[in-house]
């Protein structure tokens, strides 16, 4: 089992050799995971680190693909750290805050590629348990926090400011709100999960930008199988919208805005006492964009987990 693993990591790290992704997200970007939306125990911490890289390399139109005539793939290669910690055995407050080593866009020879690096952004989170029975194997959770934009913003190279999509930092002051649902079958080892989740992004007004991001939806469904009780695969698949993004004057920016689908398969592992890996990859299996856009084409990650008690 060490072994496999062992290759799926490096495939996943040296992946990035040829090819850096980025998803023209605002900000840090955001792999759903169902093991982050339960509450902790009380008195208990949890600290995590993923490495995340992902990858854009087609133009669509709605939802078909098109020839530009030049290529222009976008990438970054991202990595965060997140401090969890059970207040009580209902409330988890979390914080994280993420770094870009390259978020890169190319442009048509002979033109340099945009490069941005440093600082994303930050998040403080607070989740309530509202429901948990054992008896119907059953956990209802709910989330509310805010993202920060500590991060770089602005940013230029040799006078001239980067685009929006390679800046480090979204810019944007962000509200956060979600749900989500965990069971379990009676005397199985099949898990199942779901979650709903909103981000509400500020108006950017900065030196350089006038600019808001469209409210982003995320909608998730998981099966997870636990096949030993230090190894666990699972699948997931998500649905992302983000409405369209608007100007001045609330004018919108018609090429913004998608809905896409994406399947997620993940490995979960328990490499010694309370230290858990995962590695993950989201194929995306739907895409549509608002006018021409550079579609997603991957994004995978590795992320490890320690858990300990405080007490």
């Not at 850096?20 to 509450?39: L, M, R």
């Not at 979390?94 to 490069?115: C, H, L, T, W």
């Not at 099949?190 to 350089?208: G, Q, T």
Request: overall charge positive.
């Amino acid at each position: 089992m060490k072994r496999t693993l062992l290759i799926i990591v490096s495939i996943l790290l040296l992946s990035q050799v040829n090819s850096f992704g980025q998803c023209c997200s605002a900000g840090n970007p955001s792999t759903f995971s169902f093991g982050d939306q339960g509450t902790l125990k009380a008195r208990f911490l949890q600290i995590s680190s993923a490495y995340k890289i992902g990858y854009s390399g087609t133009y669509f139109n709605g939802h078909t693909p098109i020839e530009m005539g030049f290529s222009s793939p976008a990438s970054y290669s991202f990595m965060n750290v997140a401090l969890a910690c059970g207040i009580s055995n209902k409330i988890t407050l979390m914080a994280d805050a993420g770094y870009f080593f390259v978020k890169k866009q190319e442009n048509p020879a002979p033109s340099p590629p945009d490069k941005g690096n440093g600082l994303g952004d930050a998040s403080l989170d607070v989740k309530y348990r509202l429901l948990k029975s054992m008896k119907h194997r059953i956990e209802l959770t709910v989330h509310s926090g805010i993202r920060l934009p500590v991060g770089v913003f602005d940013q230029e190279k040799n006078g001239v400011k980067l685009p929006i999509t390679v800046q480090p930092s979204s810019g944007s002051f962000v509200f956060l709100e979600g749900i989500a649902c965990s069971t379990s079958l009676k005397e199985s080892k099949w898990r199942f999960f779901s979650a709903v989740n909103l981000e509400i992004p500020h108006l950017i007004d900065s030196r350089n930008f006038y600019y808001r991001y469209g409210n982003l939806y995320n909608l998730s469904i998981a099966t997870a199988y636990l096949m030993h009780k230090r190894f666990m695969p699972s699948v997931q698949l998500q649905a992302e919208f983000r409405d369209h993004a608007s100007r001045e004057d609330n004018n919108k920016v018609d090429a913004s805005g998608y809905k896409l689908i994406f399947l997620t398969p993940q490995i979960e592992a328990e490499l010694f006492k309370s230290w858990n890996m995962q590695v993950f990859m989201d194929l995306p299996v739907y895409r549509y964009f608002n006018g021409i856009q550079l579609a997603n084409s991957y994004r995978a990650g590795i992320k490890l987990i320690k858990r300990f008690s405080i007490l």
